[in-house]
């Protein structure tokens, strides 16, 4: 592995929280997904989730919208609920619960203060959020003509992508999902802690 000091790439799993101080749960991993729009960020997310839970893990992850958002319906009583006035929502089943929070004006809180709301995971999977300082590896299409994020972020681990180039960092195949997320457990030597 490369020992750039300029990059963070050499973390280990005890920096793994920089920047956020105490994140939810202590030994809970941050590692984000960064990449322009059409890099492929979800499609990856989508299939790393099940190759780390078969792994043992347990994960959680947290989106990032760039634009108003609504997971709920107009007309539904939760729904009604929210537009009367209410902070908050939950919704909940015997399958799953939802709470919705209404900012009303107040400023969108950053990451940390999300993820502490998360219940304890070994790994919390960020999609977007590029700016924040956590550990992240960067999803890069060479086809879409768009920079790289690494130069100017030194908390860019890894970069996976569909094309090989020459970079300081470790390049991941971004097809292949289980040998991204064996560099993840490998990296950050993240391990399930809730057995």
């Known amino acids: 592995m490369l020992s750039n000091p300029k990059f963070a790439h050499n973390q280990t799993r005890e920096m793994a929280n920089v920047g956020f101080g105490t994140l939810g749960t202590p030994g ?5 997904l960064a ?6 960020k979800t499609t990856l997310l989508a299939a790393l989730i099940p ?9 959680s992850t947290i989106k990032h919208a760039h634009h108003e958002f609504d ?3 107009p007309g539904k009583d939760s ?24 900012l009303r004006g107040d400023p969108e809180p950053p990451l940390d203060e999300l993820i502490a709301r998360m219940s304890p995971v070994d790994l919390v999977l960020v999609e977007g959020f590029k700016r924040q300082p956590h550990p992240k590896l960067e999803i890069h299409r060479p086809s879409l003509g768009k920079p790289l994020i690494y130069p100017g972020d030194p908390h860019v681990v890894a970069i996976a992508t569909d ?13 292949d999902a289980a040998a991204i997320a064996a560099f ?8 399930a802690w809730r057995s």
Do not use: K, N, Q, Y
């Not at 809970?28 to 984000?32: K, S, T």
């Open 79 to 102: 729904w009604r609920h929210r537009e009367a006035g209410a902070t908050e929502v939950m919704v909940g089943s015997a399958r799953r619960w939802a709470l919705m929070h209404e």
């Open 184 to 191: 993840i457990i490998d990296h950050f030597g993240v391990a």
């Open 35 to 40: 990449g322009w729009s059409g890099s492929g």
């Open 71 to 73: 997971i709920d319906r």
């Open 163 to 175: 094309e090989p180039f020459a970079a300081p960092l470790p390049l991941l195949p971004l097809a």
């Open 28 to 32: 809970m991993l941050i590692v984000g």
């Open 51 to 59: 190759e780390l839970v078969a792994r043992g893990l347990s994960v």
